[in-house]
């Protein structure tokens, strides 16, 4: 970056990073514009012949663009947004492009990796310059064949222009540019003059979508294709004993049964691993068969006997380790600011209060699912997958191969959630193709994804405050977990920097049953917690709960914390536009209202949730959203990110629970485990801060704070607190599973 243009990179800047993952599109069509007697057909871009420009790009004669999506797309909208950011550095215009889902390619990309929110912020410099390099150089080659300088060229929609007025498109000098330096520095454009980020656009996967082409893990199929269905131990802490697999052999469709397991043992007990690695060590019997549904009829007909290996564990015992720690002293402080234990001596008064949450699955539409290939030339693995070069890594060592010998290509993913970042169903499916040598795909059934999988794990967390002469003096977190624990970073979330005496304390209680990520990690539940407690402060020192935060982050203002990972001017700013946008405490009589402010991933969000009780159970009728996220690259898919975090939210924080007995999970299918349904979800408000700030994720931020805002109308309503999820257990309401 050259001090005296911010907009300006250098040629090193660009090497280096111009292999940061990126995303893809592919065109679609306009229904109403279909229908239309006089519309000529387009061209099908899938179809031209493309010349190679870079890593990133393809150009055809005609001028049209390729741009190859290396991040993962579960649903978060990178497959739109990424290209978009490319294709208006490149200066081409949207109709023009067409992509392609890049495999995993750790050469050319960096971060194939879809987790954290982050594939937008990582990759937006990069991108940038992407597109503004492969710009320049084409201009540069143009210039060349005009013999005229390129500063004297100007570029629209792809095409070239000189002063006398000459034209050239992108593919009349695709192949010269290729070839030619790349460019010492290029100049990103201005904010301002952006055309296509800023601009609503659709999904480019949609027409497949609702048309049911072939985009997903589920959908992929290669001829010879085998199907495998996998049989697990019914409950952790459960190994297999023996089995008898005469019946399914029986069976018509099946190929074969085998075990697996050997290979994860092995891998295990050499003390390898990723943090990608949740699986069990015992043996799994699997059914081969030519379809899915033979597959899963041969795995109802197998009978096996298991053995306990480890303790088998229950939800009550949970309850009470969790409860224990919080009430002990064997903690790991991960931020202590001043002196708490002196403000609580002294204060006037303290409150504390705990908050409580379950299990959670991941539950994404679509089931774990993948393919393999496992020859002696090379291993192809083709399926949903949130962190292919994690996996890559994993088979290549569980396999005894060399990574380069390790293929992998992405689908598009039925959800992800944070279950696909463990690639336990990867692992698995390679090392049965390993075993019989021919090509298969793994499929989970519900069942097999509910009671076999990867779990967030059960969080309480206790908080306490002091209060002396109005003021809140000190502020105690202490959180206790299963498997996990928050990051430090997250312990620097608000309101740290804003009281003066601060800390927050872990522990974790280990246990044999699997957990993991799960959508906006520790903070989808310590949101609900620390704004249910802001609530109850404001209300204990009388003061408005908007003015509460605000004067709080005045604290940070006025005495200035480096070492905190929010911006207080950023959340005071969406706490405004949402007290504005919801019309804050001038409701209709019978509406009630809960506000809750919080920041994660990078990405600001104030909401505002409005309920009325309808024969004493609350409906959530409207949630005002604000969110500050820097510059929203594509605001249709901004918006659905937005509304999907929101009624995600809602739906986990007032109806879902898991839990288990003996090592089994009490729930395998929807019949029995609530989402949100259809006629339970609001109206979602969503207003976004105009900004130049460099673009955050949304695939997570708008999710943690809902919870909170949920709560705290409730309590208005009823005058009961909820500091334990579900809500609507913890009411006593009825909860209508399918209603």
């Known amino acids: ?39 000529k057909p387009s061209i099908d871009l899938s179809q031209l012949n493309y010349n190679d420009f870079n890593a990133f790009i393809k150009i055809s004669p005609e001028g049209k663009v390729t741009i190859f999506s290396p991040n993962p797309e579960i649903g978060q909208g990178v497959k739109t947004s990424m290209p978009m950011i490319i294709a208006e550095e490149l200066e081409v215009a949207w109709d023009d492009v067409f992509v392609v889902q890049a495999p995993l390619d750790t050469v050319n990309y960096t971060r194939q990796v879809a987790g954290g929110s982050q594939s937008i912020r990582h990759g937006w410099t990069a ?22 300088d390129a500063s004297d060229c100007t570029v629209k929609a792809g095409v070239i222009s000189n002063a006398k007025g000459e034209t050239l498109s992108y593919g009349d000098v695709v192949t010269e540019a290729a070839a030619l330096e790349v460019p010492e520095e290029v100049t990103l454009k201005d904010p301002k003059d952006f ?29 010879g294709m085998l199907y495998a269905s996998v049989l697990r131990p019914p409950a952790f802490g459960q190994v297999l004993e023996s089995y008898d697999a005469s019946a399914a052999k029986s069976l018509p469709g099946v190929v074969d049964v085998i075990t697996i397991g050997e290979k994860v043992r092995a891998f295990q007990d050499a003390g390898k691993g990723s943090w990608t690695w949740q699986m069990s060590g015992s043996d799994k019997v699997v059914v081969i068969a030519n379809t899915t549904w033979d597959a899963f009829k041969g795995k109802k007909a197998l009978k096996a006997t298991w053995k306990t290996e480890t303790p088998l564990e229950s939800t009550e015992e949970h309850d009470v380790a969790l409860k224990s720690l919080l009430n002990g002293n064997k903690f790991n402080t991960l931020r202590k600011d001043g002196d708490v234990e002196k403000a609580f001596a002294e204060a006037d008064k303290v409150i504390e209060r705990i908050y409580e949450s379950p299990f959670l699955p991941h539950n994404t539409l679509e089931p774990m699912n993948f393919f393999a290939n496992v020859t002696d030339e090379k291993v192809h693995l083709v399926g949903p997958v949130q962190t292919p070069e ?49 090509p298969v795909k793994m499929v989970s059934s519900r069942e097999d994804d509910m009671t076999t999988g990867v779990y967030r794990p059960a969080s309480n967390f206790k908080i306490k405050a002091s209060i002396k002469n109005g003021k809140i003096t000190g502020y105690e977190l202490k959180q206790a977990c299963v498997n996990s624990s928050l990051w430090p970073a997250q312990a620097s979330f608000f309101p740290a920097g804003a009281i003066a005496n601060y800390k927050v304390d872990i522990a974790i209680h280990r246990s044999n049953i699997t957990t993991g990520a799960w959508r906006a990690p520790m903070t989808n539940f310590l949101a609900s917690a620390e704004q249910s407690f802001f609530d109850e402060l404001a209300e204990e020192l009388g003061i408005d709960r908007v003015q509460l935060h605000m004067d709080l982050l005045d604290n940070v ?17 969406v706490l405004k536009m949402a007290v504005e946008k919801s019309n804050w405490g ?52 901004a918006m659905n990110q937005a509304k999907g975090g929101v009624l995600d939210g809602i739906g986990h924080a007032m109806y879902s629970d898991f839990g288990f007995n003996n090592g089994i999970p009490q729930h395998n299918n929807f019949n029995s485990y609530q989402l949100i349904r259809m006629g339970q979800t609001p109206k979602v408000d969503v207003h976004f801060i105009e900004s130049d700030i460099d673009p955050t994720g949304l695939g997570e931020p708008t999710l943690p704070p809902v919870g909170a805002a949920v709560a705290n109308a409730i309590y208005k309503a009823t005058g009961k607190r909820l500091n334990k999820q579900p809500y609507m257990s913890n009411m006593n309401v009825e909860k209508k599973v399918l209603g």
């Open 1 to 39: 970056m050259t001090p005296s243009n911010k907009n300006t990179f250098s040629r090193r800047s660009f090497l280096k990073s111009s292999a940061l993952a990126s995303g893809g599109m592919i065109i679609g069509f306009n229904l109403f514009n279909a229908c239309k007697s006089d519309v």
């Open 195 to 223: 055309t296509i980020i800023g601009q609503g656009k659709g999904n480019v996967d949609i027409d497949g979508i609702i048309t049911g082409k072939p985009l997903f893990g589920l959908d992929y199929k290669e001829e």
């Open 127 to 148: 991108l940038r310059q992407t597109g503004a390099t492969a710009k320049q150089m084409l201009v540069n080659a143009a210039a060349a064949k005009w013999g005229v």
């Open 586 to 637: 001038k409701t209709e009589a019978g509406v009630y209202q809960g506000l809750s402010v919080y920041y994660c991933h990078n990405t600001h969000v104030a909401e505002i949730a409005d309920i009325t009780m309808e024969k004493g159970v609350p409906i959530v009728k409207k949630v005002t959203c604000a969110i500050d996220c820097g510059i929203v690259v594509n605001p249709l898919g």
């Open 557 to 573: 203002k006025q005495n200035p914390e480096p070492n905190i990972e929010y911006s207080p001017e950023r959340l005071q700013g």
């Open 390 to 438: 994690a996996a890559q890594s994993v088979v290549a060592d569980l396999l005894g191969r060399d990574k380069k010998d390790v293929h992998i290509e992405m689908t598009r993913m039925g959800g992800g959630f944070g279950r696909r970042l463990y690639g336990d169903f990867v692992y698995e499916v390679a090392e049965i193709s390993d075993v019989i040598r021919k």
